[in-house]
């Protein structure tokens, strides 16, 4: 099991984030508090201070506006009603700084007024008013009258020397009208914008602005108007508390932050690991692989134990899977080598009654052929396979002339597969036939085809089936195509056909008979070849193998096209001497029958001592059929004795070991060719006649 690399963790993030998030909280609650307060205390004291200096600014106006109309001489005036005083002293506006001046005598009766441009009506003031006046000495009151509101300063006149308790002579009145450059006086001295408005509204407090109202009230001290002071807040203060503001707004983004973080780094991490132990969801482990630190290890360590849980749930559906296999796969063994041992066993028993005709022994000598040779091509598979399981099966490239190869292929299918003379059994031509040899392993090519196509032959009953090749030198491949018009293969059993033992198709497929090996060795030795085998089928159509090889030429070889020049071995005089080199005397009998009735003078030798001094001491040998494993000296040996003196003589091996690695061995070794036991007469044949002709030219 791979060992996981655990970096050590990283300093503690969840105790940072909670830190800062703890630390964020306090620092914005004591801004917050401190604002506040600083806000509230600032605030209070300016306006305080600003009301207070209003309030001192008028008070101050009022006693300098009465201070100066404290005059002697106005008492005189009362007298004289006159002299003393004129209008344009009255009027003048550096003394008083009024608008209208009226003297009243104490009947309420107006005496003397000065007029103004601004104050237009004479005689305005209510005679509750100067009574009152008589009472209080001296006030200040607002009036609405025609030319607006007016502010009304009104004292009484008295004697200069009546000070302790002044009786009023008369009332001496000054008025101002608020207007705008009144108003601009007052905002000058107070430092403030004024606005009068005439009625209670309150107005809405305003930012960094100072703001004091004044209701301006008359004689009764009813409601006259009302005044808004207001001046900017200190420019500093306001910096301050936009300061202070700016940090409660850093300590509002840093807490977000902080937030956001601890979601990131711990929330949905945190939620990741529940879900990924709860359910292995790969996306909560994605999760935890891209968060930074500790969580990541989790996610890596979550994602190997995915990966091991996942193995463990494959294999173990493999080993149940191939536990099935196996077993299916023994009872269709039982059944495969029980078939036609049993037709072996059975004919064998039959042919023993010597009361049989010439012909139906013929039959059931078939019958014994046939199944003897179907127990071969079993035991050749399992073979095969095992070798594939053990990585002993290893490809031998030679140069391959594709064209006969395929021919070839073609010929002896024809002729050894009933099938294929039964339906319509056809070789595509290729278009463009390879011109130079292939390097490829020939052997193994054959059985892979073969493969394919008896296996179209089995599970076609009607139509045809026909394979080719054809060269793609865009593509540097050769593609070879099997196809048929049989039972097809349902999409979904398409994935395991290539598997070992196994077979799909129900009925019909266990009806034909089979191990499931066939598909299996081929792809193995396909990929052997650094080739591929994929297919298209159709369920009740029809079949299309496609086995891929990559196409590299041998271009030192050309390919000559050679002409088939029979040399049939016929009866007549004698065409030649064979040694047979065999030491089991049933197999040399067999070999005897074989040759019955062809022209050949046969020679034995029972061990390979034997056939090397034949070799040597009968130079009219033409060639020897050699058997591999024999006593005293074995075939190989008695080859490399032979081979120095009679190079020219063809040494054809025969065996019972059939594998590939055999036939390497054997064609390695120096052999013309090799034939199997059981011997086939026809492949016997050919061989003989391939070897003399050889010799021959
Ligand atoms: P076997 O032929 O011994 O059963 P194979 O490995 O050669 O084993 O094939 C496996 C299975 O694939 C067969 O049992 C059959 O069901 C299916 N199969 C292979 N070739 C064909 C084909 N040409 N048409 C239909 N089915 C096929």
């Known amino acids: 099991?791979?060992?996981?690399?655990?970096?050590?963790?990283?300093?503690?993030?969840?105790?940072?984030?909670?830190?800062?998030?703890?630390?964020?909280?306090?620092?914005?609650?004591?801004?917050?508090?401190?604002?506040?307060?600083?806000?509230?205390?600032?605030?209070?004291?300016?306006?305080?201070?600003?009301?207070?200096?209003?309030?001192?600014?008028?008070?101050?106006?009022?006693?300098?506006?009465?201070?100066?109309?404290?005059?002697?001489?106005?008492?005189?005036?009362?007298?004289?009603?006159?002299?003393?005083?004129?209008?344009e002293m009255y009027a003048d506006s550096s003394l008083f700084k009024s608008d209208y001046i009226g003297?009243?005598?104490?009947?309420?009766?107006?005496?003397?007024?000065?007029?103004?441009?601004?104050?237009?009506?004479?005689?305005?003031?209510?005679?509750?008013?100067?009574?009152?006046?008589?009472?209080?000495?001296?006030?200040?009151?607002?009036?609405?009258?025609?030319?607006?509101?007016?502010?009304?300063?009104?004292?009484?006149?008295?004697?200069?020397?009546?000070?302790?308790?002044?009786?009023?002579?008369?009332?001496?009145?000054?008025?101002?009208?608020?207007?705008?450059?009144?108003?601009?006086?007052?905002?000058?001295?107070?430092?403030?914008?004024?606005?009068?408005?005439?009625?209670?509204?309150?107005?809405?407090?305003?930012?960094y602005i100072l703001q004091y109202k004044v209701d301006l009230k008359d004689y009764k001290n009813e409601f006259v108007a009302r005044v808004y002071f207001e001046r900017p807040f200190e420019k500093f203060i306001a910096t301050i508390l936009k300061s202070l503001y700016f940090i409660l707004f850093i300590s509002l983004l840093l807490l977000l932050v902080s937030f956001i973080y601890t979601e990131k780094w711990i929330s949905i991490p945190l939620n990741a690991i529940t879900k990924a132990l709860e359910t292995g969801n790969k996306e909560s482990i994605e999760i935890l692989k891209n968060t930074e630190g500790d969580f990541k290890n989790i996610g890596t360590l979550f994602e190997e134990n995915a990966k091991q849980k996942s193995k463990l749930v494959k294999a173990k559906l493999k080993a149940e899977e191939s536990d099935k296999?196996?077993?299916?796969?023994?009872?269709?063994?039982?059944?495969?080598?029980?078939?036609?041992?049993?037709?072996?066993?059975?004919?064998?028993?039959?042919?023993?009654?010597?009361?049989?005709?010439?012909e139906e022994?013929?039959?059931?000598?078939?019958?014994?052929?046939?199944?003897?040779?179907?127990?071969?091509?079993?035991?050749?598979?399992?073979?095969?396979?095992?070798?594939?399981?053990?990585?002993?099966?290893?490809?031998?490239?030679?140069?391959?002339?594709?064209?006969?190869?395929?021919?070839?292929?073609?010929?002896?299918?024809?002729?050894?597969?009933?099938?294929?003379?039964?339906?319509?059994?056809?070789?595509?031509?290729?278009?463009?036939?390879?011109?130079?040899?292939?390097?490829?392993?020939?052997?193994?090519?054959?059985?892979?085809?073969?493969?394919?196509?008896t296996n179209a032959l089995k599970f076609t009953e009607q139509g045809s089936v026909e394979f080719g090749y054809?060269?793609?030198?865009?593509?540097?491949?050769?593609?070879?195509?099997?196809?048929?018009?049989?039972?097809?293969?349902?999409?979904?059993?398409?994935?395991?056909?290539?598997?070992?033992?196994?077979?799909?198709?129900g009925d019909h497929t266990s009806k034909i008979g089979g191990l499931g090996l066939g598909l299996a060795i081929s792809k193995a030795y396909a990929e052997m070849l650094g080739g591929t085998i994929t297919l298209e089928s159709k369920l009740g159509k029809g079949t299309e193998f496609y086995f891929i090889i990559p196409l590299e030429y041998v271009k030192s070889q050309k390919i000559t096209v050679q002409s088939v020049n029979e040399l049939t071995i016929s009866k007549g005089e004698e065409i030649g001497t064979i040694l047979i080199a065999e030491d089991d005397n049933i197999n040399f009998l067999l070999f005897q029958k074989l040759m019955k009735g062809k022209n050949f003078r046969i020679v034995r030798a029972e061990n390979g001592q034997q056939a090397v001094d034949i070799c040597f001491n009968n130079p009219n040998i033409d060639l020897v059929l050699m058997d591999i494993k024999m006593p005293i000296m074995d075939g190989f040996e008695a080859l490399e004795k032979i081979a120095p003196i009679r190079p020219n003589l063809p040494i054809i091996a025969q065996t019972a070991f059939s594998s590939n690695?055999?036939?390497?061995?054997?064609?390695?070794?120096?052999?013309?060719?090799?034939?199997?036991?059981?011997?086939?007469?026809?492949?016997?044949?050919?061989?003989?006649?391939?070897?003399?002709?050889?010799k021959v030219s």
């Open 470 to 505: 054809e060269i793609d030198e865009a593509n540097n491949r050769i593609v070879f195509k099997v196809k048929d018009t049989g039972f097809g293969i349902d999409e979904n059993n398409q994935q395991y056909i290539f598997d070992r033992f196994r077979r799909v198709g």
């Open 661 to 694: 690695e055999d036939k390497d061995r054997i064609f390695k070794a120096g052999f013309t060719d090799y034939i199997t036991k059981p011997i086939n007469r026809e492949r016997l044949f050919e061989i003989i006649d391939a070897s003399l002709k050889k």
């Open 325 to 358: 296999l196996k077993s299916s796969f023994l009872s269709n063994l039982s059944h495969e080598i029980r078939t036609p041992l049993n037709a072996i066993v059975g004919f064998t028993e039959l042919l023993m009654n010597t009361n049989l005709e010439d």
């Open 103 to 207: 003297v009243y005598g104490l009947d309420n009766k107006i005496i003397n007024h000065t007029n103004s441009a601004k104050i237009k009506e004479v005689d305005f003031v209510p005679k509750e008013a100067l009574l009152a006046l008589n009472k209080s000495g001296k006030s200040r009151f607002y009036l609405k009258t025609s030319d607006g509101i007016i502010q009304v300063f009104g004292i009484i006149i008295k004697k200069s020397n009546d000070t302790i308790n002044p009786k009023a002579e008369g009332y001496f009145i000054l008025a101002r009208k608020i207007d705008l450059p009144f108003k601009q006086r007052i905002e000058k001295i107070t430092n403030s914008t004024i606005s009068v408005i005439g009625n209670q509204k309150n107005r809405a407090a305003k930012n």
């Open 1 to 87: 099991m791979k060992k996981i690399e655990v970096k050590k963790s990283k300093p503690k993030i969840i105790l940072l984030v909670v830190g800062m998030n703890v630390f964020s909280i306090l620092l914005v609650l004591t801004i917050l508090l401190y604002i506040t307060n600083i806000k509230k205390s600032i605030l209070d004291n300016y306006n305080n201070q600003f009301q207070d200096e209003i309030t001192r600014i008028t008070q101050l106006g009022f006693n300098q506006t009465v201070a100066s109309m404290e005059r002697n001489d106005l008492i005189d005036y009362l007298k004289t009603k006159n002299s003393g005083l004129n209008n």
């Open 361 to 453: 022994k013929l039959e059931y000598l078939s019958v014994i052929d046939k199944s003897g040779k179907n127990l071969i091509a079993i035991i050749d598979d399992l073979i095969e396979m095992s070798k594939i399981e053990s990585h002993q099966a290893k490809p031998n490239y030679t140069a391959v002339n594709m064209e006969s190869c395929i021919k070839d292929l073609y010929d002896s299918i024809k002729i050894t597969n009933k099938k294929a003379q039964k339906i319509d059994f056809k070789l595509i031509e290729s278009k463009k036939p390879a011109p130079y040899p292939i390097k490829t392993d020939e052997v193994k090519l054959k059985q892979i085809i073969t493969n394919l196509v």
